[in-house]
């Protein structure tokens, strides 16, 4: 199996490029108040460097009908924010990538239904956060996020650092990742050699689970 990579908060022609050159597949730029966020000039202007088949996500947390649609004019390719934010209507080809804060009550709700998945794209996919939101370095339950894995194509996040992807991929076995604050020097600044082995990390992962029979679920 594939697990696609999600690198979040590139705030900088630096960690743009650093993101690239470590192997992402898709890109996220936070446009909520964050230490992370950029303006809608800045995102622009990072936007024209990312090549074709590196997908842009515009990155919200709970957001108004206004901030998004003031995103969406840019060249974006997904809009991430949670679920009960009220989006305006997305531009053709643009598509909704969800976020679920994880919680005990989690499996209890009614997920979105998966679309279908562009090429090697995020499309269809749901987030998975840890229980504070985004940014914050909190995890998800792992059984949780492995029985969810089961039920959805879930993307992965919350708390995930170079150090922990590895074990967490072989866990959860979920369809993508998402990291942020684990790839950090200091607070709102990436740090290229993390983002390189979380990428390694995450593709050692994938070798690891083409032998590994998928367990039972606790």
Do not use: W
């Amino acid at each position: 199996m594939r697990i696609l990579v999600k690198l979040c908060g590139i705030r900088t022609r630096a960690a743009l490029e650093g993101a690239l050159e470590a192997g992402a597949d898709a890109l996220g730029f936070v446009l909520a108040e964050s230490p992370r966020r950029v303006s809608l000039v800045e995102a622009e202007e990072l936007l024209a460097r990312v090549p074709a088949g590196v997908e842009r996500v515009a990155v919200f947390a709970r957001a108004a009908r206004a901030g998004l649609a003031a995103a969406l004019r840019l060249p974006f390719d997904a809009l991430q924010a949670e679920l009960g934010s009220e989006l305006p209507e997305l531009p053709p080809g643009v598509y909704f990538l969800p976020v679920l804060r994880d919680g005990p009550e989690l499996e209890a709700r009614v997920l979105p239904a998966a679309s279908a998945v562009g090429a090697g794209g995020l499309r269809g996919a749901l987030v998975l956060d840890g229980p504070a939101g985004g940014g914050r370095g909190l995890p998800a339950d792992p059984a949780r996020a492995a029985r969810l894995a089961r039920r959805t194509r879930l993307v992965l996040a919350g708390g995930l650092t170079p150090d922990n992807v590895h074990a967490r991929c072989l866990a959860v076995r979920p369809f993508a990742v998402d990291a942020s604050s684990g790839l950090e020097l200091e607070r709102g600044r990436k740090d290229p050699a993390r983002m390189r082995a979380f990428v390694r990390a995450v593709r050692a992962a994938e070798l690891e689970l083409q032998t590994t029979p998928l367990p039972p679920l606790s």
